[in-house]
């Protein structure tokens, strides 16, 4: 068996996971320090985008069902090697940076939200440690406990979703495009960073089993995970006004209207906790994919587990105790932005054909 | 095929049991058996009484048509098919041209078939697998009357030569997993076969050892239904455990009363099961990690009890915690190892004497105390793989109360990852949750009355996934 392989539903289910997974954290904050309470739109268009992106990257999964190339041999084959590698580089530090993010906003919240402080290479560690080992039991092994903890991860989000939205004052979102349209859109290109979660997919392309439907149980889930997004945004900028921008850990703000007195317990972070497992598998499939990049980079299929590989990885996970999340942030937006946006909405969009030049090419060579 | 006597008769020269006999009727022929092994009132009465009555006869071929009155004569093959033959207690007979006949003369020494003790059932068949292999077949057979049910005979062990039967339904399971099956049987080179359960670490394809991979039953009833679903089961002579495979961790989850009783009693009693389970190996971790770190959670009336019960203890709750599942485990183990009236007495002793005398003496506090006692229970509703869950419990409490629920959610999903990953026979271990299999949760936790299980869990390859037809 192929331990990468992955069927549609499980990449679906994996998806929604991963949208649900990185957008609660610290982007609802951000955003609302940029365009206020317009935010939700601004995550509206980033959705939109994604979504357009999206239908072009099913439509080359589908057409790739046949010949199931992986995405360094659809590069290499249409665009040439070396622009192949800077793409594969370009996919690796977004990874990286992205699970670096991830990673350091989880810590934030254990810090501030559980009062748990620890080193950050002890906190990195096991995270790092349950990645690789999911790296070397394979992607597939990621995808069935997706599918096995996702009923748990969607009741807890919609536990600490109900009480919010019952004392949301959603009058606040009026008037509509305040912050003006231009800048709302420009807020969401500017934060795409946060968007796209599809990339993963470009590594598990030779994985994916297609037996009936790619675009419905992937759209649906896309659709899923966009409105949910978009409702916090909603529900956040709705509870805390003009406070919004203070408050970084928009999950751990809204449960707190889940918690009635203290005399029932804090139950709003059990389900917190719940809800933080699929940031960790979000974490998890980031790693594995910055892991898939060095060996698609090097060129070599990694049969056993490669301790170098892993090192790399692992040695830029210590970039935040280094480096300031925020002066990431920063960088990312200053510099990072125009090449990310080339593999995160450029290339999906060519993805398609790609696929086809890629496929016509492996045709000729007889390979 | 030429089979020496002289070779055969110095090979267990020396050995009391073993038992020569001349007769002249015609040729010479040379009648030997395992005095131990075989029944005597056979040997006489369907070989040495026979040839008596034999005045002239020709050749070899002609007095294995007079042993006709024997249900099992045959030629072995070879020199070391005789001796497996006369080892299991056929009676040999040799003539001056080392031509050999095996005659069936096996004594039915062993236990008689009886309610076993580790699947006693309120509702449904009472009748256990015995240490008799023949035995074993006779009651599959008697709930399998078709032509379809096969077996496969083998020999495993180089010295113990023990005698493992493949059975399977042809038509429903999977013709390659069965020859995968033999030929993993078929390679073993052991010394021994004493159990299935040496077996069981054979045909463990990926070798994990953590949890059990081959499932195992004493219930006939029980081997027949899974193999209905298109398992193989796996008999060795021996063992009253019959192997199955291939297997599924929510199997251990069922128990064997489980299609006797109402699909609704079966489907909340597995969902209380799946539930212990789940808090078994969970609950020490959260009570420590939520003592320690985010006591917040718990509600005010339990922290103020919970304090005041631990406010006069000497350890931290990890180690006080730790104690409490070591000292069951201990408890556990021993218990086990004793006969069943001193274990009774060793219970009470450990339950009641050992933990109310460390909650007075303020060893433990009594919350750590019921908590450990509340999962230890809980992890008996999985029987096959209780020691294995006790271990991760104290894993995932330990790692929680050095990290908090940090610990606590990497360890549970490097767990599951674990389990996900599992995959023997074609068949996902966590099925049919992980992958999602929605035809098979007809029988999973859940359970639909059987007339609408239509059709075989897809979990399980077959070849017949129609239950009906």
């Known amino acids: 068996m192929d331990k990468n392989r992955v069927s549609v539903d499980q990449l679906a289910l994996l998806y929604l996971l991963i949208v649900m997974g990185g957008k609660f954290l610290t982007l609802p904050s951000l955003l609302a320090g940029d365009v206020g309470h317009d935010s939700w739109l601004a995550v509206t268009f980033g959705f939109v985008w994604d979504g357009i992106c999206l239908c072009f990257l099913l439509w080359a999964i589908k057409l790739n069902n046949a010949s199931r190339l992986d995405i360094s041999s659809i590069l290499d084959k249409s665009l040439s090697k070396p622009v192949s590698k800077l793409l594969l580089a370009i996919f690796f530090v977004i990874f990286v940076l992205r699970t670096n993010i991830l990673l350091s906003s989880c810590y934030k919240m254990f810090s501030v939200t559980f009062d748990v402080s620890t080193n950050w290479i002890v906190y990195v560690l096991p995270v790092a440690a349950l990645a690789f080992f999911a790296t070397v039991k394979g992607f597939n092994a990621v995808a069935r406990t997706g599918q096995l903890l996702f009923a748990l991860i969607l009741i807890a989000v919609v536990a600490l979703f109900i009480s919010p939205l019952r004392e949301a004052e959603f009058g606040a979102l009026l008037p509509v495009g305040e912050a003006g349209w231009g800048k709302i859109l420009l807020t969401s290109y500017t934060r795409s960073f946060w968007f796209s979660d599809y990339i993963f997919i470009y590594f598990v392309l030779d994985g994916i089993k297609i037996k009936k439907r790619v675009f419905a149980p992937m759209l649906i889930s896309f659709g899923v995970g966009a409105l949910l997004s978009i409702l916090l ?4 900028v709705s509870l805390f006004g003009y406070l919004a921008p203070q408050f970084d ?11 009635a007195s203290t005399t029932n317990g804090r139950w709003d972070w059990l389900t917190l906790s719940i809800w933080l497992v699929s940031v960790f598998i979000k974490v998890v499939i980031f790693i594995f994919c910055a892991y898939k990049c060095i060996e698609k980079f090097v060129g070599k299929r990694f049969v056993k587990f490669n301790w170098i590989a892993a090192s790399v990885v692992l040695l830029t996970l210590s970039l935040p105790m280094f480096v300031s999340t925020d002066a990431l942030l920063d960088t990312v937006v200053k510099w990072g932005v125009i090449p990310f946006t080339l593999v995160q909405y450029v290339l999906p969009l060519l993805m398609p054909l790609l696929t086809k030049v890629a496929q016509r090419k492996t045709e000729v060579s007889g390979e | 095929m030429k089979i020496s006597f002289d070779k055969f008769q110095k090979l267990w020269q020396g050995q009391d049991d073993f038992r020569v006999r001349k007769i002249v009727c015609g040729i010479t022929l040379n009648a030997v058996c395992l005095d131990t092994m075989c029944d005597g009132v056979k040997v006489s009465d369907f070989v040495l009484q ?32 005789a001796i497996e033959d006369f080892t ?10 080392d031509n050999c006949i095996a005659v069936d003369t096996r004594t039915a020494v062993g236990r008689s078939v009886a309610e076993p003790p580790t699947s006693m059932v309120m509702r449904g068949p009472r009748e256990g697998f015995v240490e008799d292999i023949k035995v074993n077949i006779t009651l599959l057979r008697k709930r399998l009357k078709t032509p379809n049910f096969k077996i496969i005979n083998l020999a495993v062990g180089k010295y113990t030569n023990t005698a493992v039967s493949v059975c399977y339904i042809e038509g429903i399971a999977d013709k390659r997993i069965v020859d995968d099956i033999v030929q993993r049987l078929e390679s073993v080179k ?19 050892f953590l949890f059990r991979r081959v499932g195992s039953t004493e219930k006939p009833d029980i081997a027949v239904g899974k193999m209905l679903e298109g398992r193989i089961a796996v008999i060795s002579d021996g063992s009253p455990m019959v192997l199955t495979l291939p297997y599924l961790f929510v199997e251990d989850m069922q128990s064997p009363g489980d299609y006797y009783e109402n699909s609704t009693m079966t489907t909340l009693s597995r969902s209380l099961r799946f539930v212990s389970v789940i808090a078994s190996v969970l609950l020490p971790a959260l009570y420590v990690c939520l003592q320690v770190y985010n006591y917040q959670i718990i509600p005010l009336r339990f922290l103020i009890t919970v304090l005041n019960a631990s406010e006069a203890i000497p350890f931290s709750p990890l180690t006080e915690m730790i104690l409490v599942l070591i000292v069951f485990d201990i ?21 009641i004497v050992l933990g109310d005398a460390a909650v007075q003496a303020g060893l433990l506090g009594a919350p750590a105390v019921m908590i450990g006692a509340l999962s230890g229970i809980g992890l008996f509703t999985m029987p096959d793989n209780t020691l294995i869950l006790s271990l991760l419990r104290l894993a995932v409490t330990f790692v929680g109360g050095v990290m908090g629920l940090l610990g606590v959610i990497v360890s549970t999903l490097t767990i599951i990852v674990y389990l996900a990953s599992m995959q023997d026979y074609k068949t996902p271990f966590l099925a049919p949750f992980a992958p999602d299999i929605p035809e098979d949760r007809q029988d999973a936790v859940a359970q639909i009355p059987v007339p609408n299980m239509k059709k075989r869990p897809k979990s399980i390859p077959n070849e017949n996934d129609n239950r009906r037809g």
């Not at chain 1, 945004?233 to 956040?236: I, T």
């Not at chain 1, 850990?249 to 918690?259: L, P």
């Not at chain 2, 040839?51 to 249900?71: F, G, P, R, V």
């Open chain 1, 233 to 236: 945004n909603a529900v956040f």
């Open chain 1, 249 to 259: 850990m928009a999950m751990s703000k809204i449960g707190v209207f889940s918690a």
């Open chain 2, 50 to 81: 026979p040839l008596a009555y034999i005045t002239e006869a020709k050749n070899i071929d002609e007095i294995e048509q007079k042993l006709a009155a024997s249900t099992g004569v045959r030629r072995p093959p070879n020199f070391f098919a």
């Open chain 2, 88 to 97: 299991n207690g056929y009676t040999l007979v040799f003539d001056e041209k």
């Open chain 2, 190 to 208: 052991t010394d021994g076969v004493l159990d299935s359960s040496y077996l069981a670490r054979y045909l463990d394809v990926n070798k994990t």
């Open chain 2, 331 to 351: 408890l556990r183990e021993a218990n086990l190892r004793m006969p069943s009236a001193v274990g009774i007495s060793l219970s009470l002793v450990g339950a």
